[in-house]
């Protein structure tokens, strides 16, 4: 028999049919594409910041020192669309540029923590006893410490830099994830399937990696997207107060601290930079908080 081929009016359906489901998926999930968006432009421009600026970050004009925007010029001289720095630097490019600092000490510095919150967790909830209080103890101790006190403290030991910090924040919130794994991992390791598969010979590593691990995957990213979201603030923090990225190299925190004697005079220099913090940020928790309502069992009557 002959194969039966899809009419044109079989395939203006579907294509209706699909473009319902997009459009309904945006309706029921406003707050979830409301920061998907936000979280691409930031990634977006981050990735393509070589082509889409219009002036080199680091290239300074001392003629259009602390430029305003050229849509609030009213001299027609200004040539940044969101007005130069104190060393006539466009603010556009540095805060495009500057994404790319951000995005990198958030995205890093979860993995670092995520893979090491991870492999603690599972280890302290599945195998329990001495291994359990040992972890459990030293989370304790890590969260006895303020981190930025102990931010500070590190970085004017070790100095400043991208890699420094993102080693800092990875090493202190593993805690956040091996306490909410290990939780979860207690609460599994007592179900039925887990029973079945140590009664068929299912080795401890087996167990976890094919039964426990996957079972967690959704509360990782979860907290991870989260985490992002805060680790930005974190870097932006340090940087303003001397002890983060270096001054040389265009990030959002280094912006906010060079724009404080010119708050005044020249407020864009401090509010570009401070909305673009706002807005990443505000993208990764809405972002985060979509994710944590759909795929917690927890929140699911």
Partial sequence: ???????????????????????????????????????????????????IVPFGPTDASLTARLDAPTWQDTTGESQYFLGGDQLGRDLLSRIIYGARISLMVGLFGVLISLVLGTILGLISGYFGKWMDDFIMRAADVQLAFPF????????????TGVWKIIIILGITYWVGFARLIRGQVISLKEQEFIHAAKAIGGTNFTIIRKHILPNVLSSIFVLG?????????????????????DPTIPSWGGMLADSRNYITSAWWTAVFPGVAIMLTVLGFNLLGDWLRDRYDPNLKV
């Fill in 1 to 51: 028999m002959a194969n039966v081929q899809s009419t044109p009016v079989v395939e203006k359906q579907k294509k209706k049919s699909g473009a319902v489901k997009f459009f309904a998926f945006i309706r029921n999930n406003p707050i979830g594409v409301l920061g998907l968006l936000l979280v691409a432009l930031s990634v977006g421009s981050a990735l393509l910041a070589p082509w």
């Fill in 148 to 159: 930025i006190l102990f931010a500070i403290v590190v970085m004017s030991v070790l100095g």
């Fill in 225 to 245: 997207t989260m985490y992002i979201a805060e680790f930005i603030l974190l870097e932006a923090s340090l940087t303003f107060l001397g002890l983060g990225v």
